[in-house]
């Protein structure tokens, strides 16, 4: 149970970590960590559409969660394979990710695990309910995930 307040401000911090990152061009990556920042940012401009819609600026519509829901579920199932331990995948690109993940593979996988299985959890509740408040609250769950995984494991914004 959230309160729609509370719900509010949520959204705001939670979508402020995803999404800063979406204004900066990262052209010219390439291989591995230009596959892996596309998936990241079609994630990100899904769950834009969302977050425009929690925050009432948009109407709701199911179909837009049912999207990020499966855009998550997709490349949450390809994320492990990538973050190769190569030299480009931890230093190319203007990669902005962490030498912690592969420092710490163990708990990145456990972050991708979690993530994978909350948005299972969210397209199966799609597929079972119209209520508008379980759906929010369990989408907030499922992008809060996005950003735990950015603060540990991605490089923080200037
Ligand atoms: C298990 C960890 C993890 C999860 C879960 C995760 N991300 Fe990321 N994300 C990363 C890492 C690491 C990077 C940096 C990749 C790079 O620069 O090579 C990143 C980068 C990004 C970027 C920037 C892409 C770019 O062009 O540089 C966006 C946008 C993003 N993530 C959105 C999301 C959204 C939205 C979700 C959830 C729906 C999500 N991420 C879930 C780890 C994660």
């Known amino acids: 149970m959230i309160k729609s307040s509370h719900a509010k401000t949520l959204v705001l911090t939670v979508f402020g970590l995803c999404f800063s990152s979406l204004v900066l061009a990262h052209t010219g990556a390439t291989g591995i960590v230009k596959e892996r920042m596309e998936a990241m940012k079609d994630m990100g401009k899904k769950s834009k ?3 425009d819609m929690l925050k009432g600026k948009t109407a709701f519509e199911k179909s837009a969660l049912m999207e990020a829901a499966d855009s998550f579920v997709l490349h949450g199932s390809q994320m492990k394979d990538q973050f190769p331990n190569t030299e480009h995948s931890r230093t190319g690109s203007k990669t902005e990710a962490l030498p912690e ?3 710490d593979k163990d708990r990145f996988n456990k972050d991708i695990d ?5 948005s299972e959890t969210l397209q199966e509740l799609l597929s079972t309910t119209d209520d508008q408040k379980a759906l929010k609250a369990a989408f907030l769950q499922t992008a ?3 950003s735990g995984c950015h603060k540990q494991f991605r490089k923080a914004k200037k």
């Open 114 to 118: 979690e993530f994978i299985l909350l």
């Open 101 to 103: 993940i592969w420092e």
């Open 49 to 51: 559409v969302v977050a």
């Open 144 to 146: 809060k995930s996005c």
